[in-house]
Structure formats: C-alpha cells, structure tokens
T-cell receptor, first 114, second 116 residues
Framework: DAGITQSPRHKVTETGTPVTLRCHQT?????MYWYRQDPGHGLRLIHY???????DKGEVSDGYSVSRSKTEDFLLTLESATSSQTSVYFC?????????????FGPGTRLLVL | AQSVAQPEDQVNVAEGNPLTVKCTYS??????LFWYVQYPNRGLQFLLK??????LVKGSYGFEAEFNKSQTSFHLKKPSALVSDSALYFC??????????????FGKGTKLSVIP
C-alpha cells in the first residue's frame, strides 16, 4: 500500500464522541487526502493537504476537521461523531496535484458509529 | 463540473473470456483518466492511467484501457479473465482545466465477478 499506514484499522464508537483517524506516509509526498467510501457513492473527498499546515475542503467536509503538523502525518477528526459518518475512510498521497499525478491509497479505516 | 459514470454495478464473466468494465466521463477541458482496483478489505490499487498520446493504455496484471474522445469513454479491458480478477473496479477523472480544482472524481464502482 505504497508506504501508507492508517490507524486504527477498525473502530467502534458512540454518537457524540470525538474520533481521530491517523494517516502516516513514508514517501515524503507533498499532497495527502482523506476520502470516505460508501456503497453507491464510490469515493468522496473530505479534505486534503498541500503541505504542512496547509489544508482545504473537499466535497463532503461538513462535520470533519483535519490537521497536518508534519509532512508524514495527516489527521482526520470527527468532532462529534454521528451515525451518518459510519463509513470506510481512506487516506491517499500524491507527489503533485494536477495533470497525470497518481494518488496512492492506504489500507483504510472501518468506522462504525452507534 | 466533472463527473464519471460506471453504468454497470456488476459484471459477470466466465474465466478465460474477455472482460470489459465500462466508464464514461464529462469534463470541461481535457481529461486525465485512471482505473483502480479494490480487493475485499483492502485499499485501492492503481491499475493504469491515460494522460495523452496513444489511446490504448496498458497497465498492471494484463489490463488495458481504451480512451475514446468522441464517445467520452475509457473502458477497462482484459483479453482473458482470471478468477483472481474478481474485485471492485473504480474509474476516476481529473479535469486539466482546473474546473474541479484538479481533484479526482470517482465513479461508484463496478463489481467484477469471474466465474470458474
């Protein structure tokens, strides 16, 4: 999985609790992304980062925040988890943003919000 | 706005037969097109991409895809399917005009089942 790890790999939590997912890369790529995967929707971009402390919103950013204090780590936080945030979350990385730049994906985190 | 359509939720094919997974796209500018494969409980693996040039792109595991600008399609193909090809396949597009902020837009996925 292209030098990308995600933790935890599985998590069960309750509605209203905060949750933080971590993505760690060893490739020194500039760009990092968080997606969620839901049946019938494919992958949808939540947030992405174009450098340390530089982040931007994606298509489905409501209810999520991110932080990147080091090149290798990108954190996704659900401030107050809701059942609609039950999903599989994937981190991805790329060297560049535009053109033919390929994104490489981590193994995913399966989150269940009860 | 950019978009991708994978018209088939599921494709079934017999082992040894050729397979095709369909993808059509819509962009304002020129497209960069990608195919990924996802095996159960795994992340997405990159298969191949079209940037420019030859309309037939060859990728990993014997897969290839044909870019057709007039039909706005980028179908994934393999001459002889293997049972191990059974997986979920995603097509994705990026608009070179920047209209989609250079982000990838993914299709909803097609489940390929290769029957022994």
């Amino acid at each position: 999985d292209a030098g990308i790890t995600q933790s935890p790999r599985h998590k069960v939590t309750e509605t209203g609790t905060p949750v933080t997912l971590r993505c760690h890369q060893t490739e020194n790529h500039r760009y990092m992304y968080w997606y969620r995967q839901d049946p019938g929707h494919g992958l949808r971009l939540i947030h992405y980062s174009y450098g340390v402390k530089d982040t931007d919103k994606g298509e489905v950013s409501d209810g999520y925040s991110v932080s990147r204090s080091k090149t290798e780590d990108f954190l996704l936080t659900l401030e107050s988890a809701t059942s609609s945030q039950t999903s599989v979350y994937f981190c991805a990385i790329s060297e560049g943003l535009a053109g033919g730049e390929t994104q490489y994906f981590g193994p995913g985190t399966r989150l269940l919000v009860l | 706005a950019q978009s991708v359509a994978q018209p088939e939720d599921q494709v079934n094919v017999a082992e040894g037969n050729p397979l095709t997974v369909k993808c059509t796209y819509s962009v304002s500018g020129n497209p960069y097109l990608f195919w990924y494969v996802q095996y159960p409980n795994r992340g997405l693996q990159f298969l191949l991409k079209y940037i420019t040039g030859d309309n037939l792109v060859k990728g990993s595991y014997g897969f290839e895809a044909e870019f057709n600008k007039s039909q706005t399609s980028f179908h994934l193909k393999k001459p002889s399917a293997l049972v191990s090809d059974s997986a979920l396949y995603f097509c994705a597009v990026r608009d070179d005009s920047g209209a989609g902020s250079y982000q990838l837009t993914f299709g909803k996925g097609t489940k390929l089942s290769v029957i022994p």
